[in-house]
């Protein structure tokens, strides 16, 4: 209750199943009193690409254009484009942050990616000696909740796809730990498609029962061996 | 000689580190007598967000968009967006396949993440039965060359960030082994610019001497043992 929540949302069509889940999470952290932010990033058109757009006015090095760089001098001075300001408010003020989406190729869609890019840049979310324990955005927490294509036994550590877990290490660890974000438990629905209406109602079901107890849980130990273990 | 190459590249600046590593490519491979054809992402503007801009004409359901389902149905009616039509091109032509970028947030940039997302749709690139070693791009070489900020000692199995190699495994086994391509050893140059000049310019002549013998390369074996052992 009082919480704040983000929850940066992926897909392009509200009945999907992604929907389904933003909807039943909108829903149920309101309910408990929580503050709800969805950035619904098709729907707002955001932009993936990190370019020269992002930095508003001058460059403090017009000769060779690094998007690093440049973003994190606009950041200190004020100068980044409004897109982004915006989103890090939102990032700021939140107490955890929940990524809702489908997984495309082992990863997060490209919009998606591209709000980690353009979003979390040097100066605020992490800085020269600031990363990892020490990142700028400590004391958030941040869910990663997405559908497979796959089923989970595809998944599986001796299957061909490998463990579920080798592809969270790039986002929980590498984005959200490099930030000082903990991470909880990820929310996996497994290939929501090729099941029956029965098995998604129970899935849909199980995210609204795991929601109720959500303030309640403990983040991951976010290092290798949660991972490769 | 008389292979064909193709560059998907992702940086914003020609005068980048990155840009130096696709001029050599360019100009080593030409030499050779390969055919170079170069996909500048951010020069092309190419659009990374997966919509219903990608579908041409009606699409298969109305009702609810499943992106998926929509391009797979559209590539076999030869409905897709003329971008897409023509990326299928190239990496239909292409013997090797060249990935050159930074490494942002443990990954891709948004920029390539959306060329994976939206140029390899079901049909075209893997189909139901037709994943990894069955995939539809086989016979075909891929290459990951790209640049970290982090240097080597940071990406260490005992480090903080991990062994490189948890990072590859999304991009060359979850894409490229998907699709049936076969993986090259990854190229990395890490932290150039945090290092000497001279540093550098070993980087850029280790590039060139590489591609030299580059054909005579044998593939890596593209299993977790590669990744995690």
Redesign the interface.
Known sequence: PGKKVLIVYAH??P??FNGSLLKIAVEELSKQGCSVTVSDL?AM??E?????NDIVGHLHNS??????VETWEAYKRGGLSKDLIEEQKKVQEADLLIFQFPL????????L??W???V?VQGFAYDLSKA?DGGLLQGKLSLFSFTT?GSQEMYS?EA???DIR??L???Q???MH?CGVKVLEPHICYAP?NVSEEKRKEMLTAWTQRLKTLWKEEPIDCS?DW??K
């Open positions: 392009q069509e009945k999907s098709y058109h955001f993936p690409r990190a370019t020269r000769e060779a254009f690094n998007y690093g495309f190729w082992f990863n997060m869609p490209a919009i990616k591209g980690m890019d353009r979390l990892y294509g550590k061909i796809s490998g080798y592809i290490w790039p986002m660890h590498g984005i490099f498609e290798p991972y490769f």
